[in-house]
């Protein structure tokens, strides 16, 4: 496994795969890997012949209150992990790497779907991921990109700006990877006390009592409402508990396939989560 740290460095090591035209498969993350992003590594070596990882905190996808300052950077933790999973490289750049020395003039917007869920709190922040992750794809040229669907907003967003844009390479979405308790792993969640940690499953655990609920026909207002009553009531702070279609559209009954999504503080720390229940007519 190499590890590069420039543009040119990375070209310079894909030349030969691309010569030989290989399949090319890339998975972005911002480092401090757990099993979720690893099981992003394991599917892309399914279906490629090489693997690009890269890490890098992307500045401009964190607001101004936000832990870009703090967020956990674990490279050689991370390397070892890498390397038991069978990654080929590492693309580690510097900031100023991505960004250079001359200002950006060039924004990405993605818009509608990026309005509300994650949006609303976090304004520019999906702009930022667009950025980068077009600036990752230029740079690796990949067949195959690999998102988590634990973000589901950002990997619809990301299937849309491939659609949109003609990026020549296919997007896969893979399943959220948790914790034996429920809690979907995140990087963030380092940052949880050993109370609040005790805490922290109780979002899964309400999004499966939701499903119940609603396979058992409660109305879905009524399912929305008990999962903030339980959140709330179990310490944490809700930003958004919401019903969409796979496609982000705003839905009012559980009618047809739904996701249901949650963000919500626990302490400083935000978590996300969501659950895709499938509608099976009775
Ligand atoms: P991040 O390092 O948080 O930017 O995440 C990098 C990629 O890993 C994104 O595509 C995330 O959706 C994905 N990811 C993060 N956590 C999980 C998880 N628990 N299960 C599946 N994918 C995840």
Known sequence: MKTETTIQGLAASL???RTARKIIGFVPTMGNLHQGHLNLVREARKLCDVVVVSIFV???QFGPNEDFDNYPRTLDQDSQLLADVGCDII???SVEQMYGKQPRLTNISVSEITNDLCGKQRPGHFDGVAVVVTKLFNIVQ???AFFGQKDFQQLAVIRQLVRDLNIPLEVIGVPIARAEDGLALSSRNGYLSEDQRKVAPSIFKSLKHA???LQQGTDLKEVLENIKTTLTTAGLVVDYVE???PQLHMIDQFNQDIV???AAKLGTTRL???LQIKHTAA
């Open 211 to 213: 499903e119940a609920e």
């Open 243 to 245: 019903a969409r279609t």
């Open 142 to 144: 990949p067949n195959y």
């Open 272 to 274: 996300i989560d969501n």
């Open 91 to 93: 693309f580690a750049p």
């Open 260 to 262: 249901l999504f949650v």
């Open 15 to 17: 030349q030969p795969a």
């Open 58 to 60: 992307n500045p401009i």
